[in-house]
């Protein structure tokens, strides 16, 4: 009896320090996980020194959007896919023992994307051709605000960019991204465009390469219209205001493939740049006809790009921009693009008006295996920054250790 006890101690020992090393390092659906990062899995990618990676979820189809609500629960868009009218809007449970539980909100969206705390209380979320708006009591009676049974005319949806980003202001006005129809104005059969004619689609009854302003009678909560409150850019899918000055900054997706209307160019790989550009109200900031410091683009090689405003940084080329927020005293950015200049998180110094200053500092890099391809960047409650990657289905935790 005491050899068979001593063997079952002995077997529950190994079994234990088993579990323990499992627990230690393990697979975390696409990434390789070892010890912990605060109280969560920690991710094996390269971060800044002082910083650690945790592993909030893995296995979601497409994850865009998200939103960090202040009872700790994480919101975020699955768009499962282009095209897709299937996507949905899920919330992220912590169990208190290092886990989230996922509940899935709302069904039936078409390609949602962004998200956004109305000043109602209210989660927006964009979908293509508008905005959408549920109450978390009861998410099923979610309804059209902009386009869609509204009554006020949503953005057009269509084209090559037809994803929505949100921004509530500080004024209670609604920003809504509107992407351009085209890379930089070419037709449809992929003709460049007319040097001496408008492009087409920022001159329509409902045009695109904007951000619009919607106004609400927040007594009814009704939108009750819009204007163009800035032009001339191609795809403004990050949008962020600085809480203090009223500053709004634009992440700017500048155009592919410059290097097919410019001879001797032997690849577009750093030109043009990305940009983040100052946003104010009636301003013009050059798409498609200028590029990066006013440069005239090569359609449009003979005009005067003088009235349109200048980028505030030069990003570098393809880096593709999707996600900022203002964090820990800077300003993050997410590099979506799959190219050389992408797939990592930045954090830019501010001043005091919340403008970015100086080179930017590198938070997650050399972000190859797997590749990652983070979109929507937020500030948590617990003063973490929480990233949705696409590419992987993940949602990530950055954290100062």
């Not at 390269?46 to 919101?75: E, M, S, T």
């Amino acid at each position: 009896m005491r050899v068979r006890t001593a063997r079952v101690l002995v077997a529950s020992a190994f079994i234990g320090l088993w579990l323990l090393a499992t627990d230690a390092s393990a697979q975390q659906g696409p990434y390789n996980t070892s010890g912990k990062c605060g109280d969560l899995p920690k991710v094996d990618l390269h971060a800044a020194d002082g910083y650690c990676v945790g592993l909030v979820a893995v296995g979601l189809k497409f994850p865009r959007g998200l939103l960090p609500l202040n009872d700790g629960r994480l919101l975020v868009s699955e768009m499962i896919g282009w095209g897709s009218p299937n996507g949905r809007i899920d919330a992220m449970t912590p169990d208190g023992q290092g886990h989230y539980v996922k509940k899935e909100l709302v069904r039936h969206l078409n390609q949602p994307h962004g998200l956004a705390l109305g000043p109602d209380g209210k989660i927006y979320v964009g979908v293509v051709g508008g905005v959408k708006r549920f109450d978390l009591a009861n998410p099923a009676a979610i309804v059209d605000v902009i386009g869609g049974k509204s009554g006020v005319q949503g953005p057009p949806g269509t084209g090559r960019h037809p994803l929505e980003s949100l921004l509530f202001t500080k004024s209670e006005t609604l920003l809504v991204n509107v992407g351009s129809q085209t890379d930089n104005c070419e037709d449809d059969a992929g003709n460049p465009a007319k040097g001496d004619q408008p492009c087409p689609e920022t001159v329509a009854a409902n045009p695109h390469a904007q951000v619009r302003e919607y106004s609400f009678d927040w007594a009814s909560g009704k939108a009750t219209g819009w204007r163009v409150f800035a032009d001339g850019l191609r795809n403004s899918m990050g949008l962020a205001q600085y809480p203090s000055s009223g500053l709004i900054l634009q992440a700017e997706n500048s155009r592919d493939s410059i290097d097919q209307v410019m001879p001797g160019l032997a690849n577009d790989e750093d030109l043009p740049p990305d940009e983040i550009n100052v946003l104010e109200a009636g301003r013009h900031y050059g798409w498609p006809y200028c590029y990066g410091a006013n440069i005239p683009s090569p359609e449009y090689a003979h005009c005067d790009c003088s009235p349109y405003r200048v980028p505030l940084v030069e990003l570098p080329a393809h880096a593709a921009p999707l996600g900022m927020a203002y964090w820990h005293d800077g300003l993050v950015l997410s590099f979506h693009g799959y190219r050389s200049h992408g797939h990592r998180v930045v954090s830019f110094p501010i001043d005091g008006s919340g403008k970015p200053i100086g080179p930017f500092k590198e938070l997650i890099f050399d972000w190859e295996k797997p590749q990652g391809a983070p979109v929507d960047v937020r500030p948590g409650p617990d003063g973490a920054l929480y990233i949705v990657e696409d590419h992987n289905g993940t949602i990530l935790r950055l954290l100062a250790e």
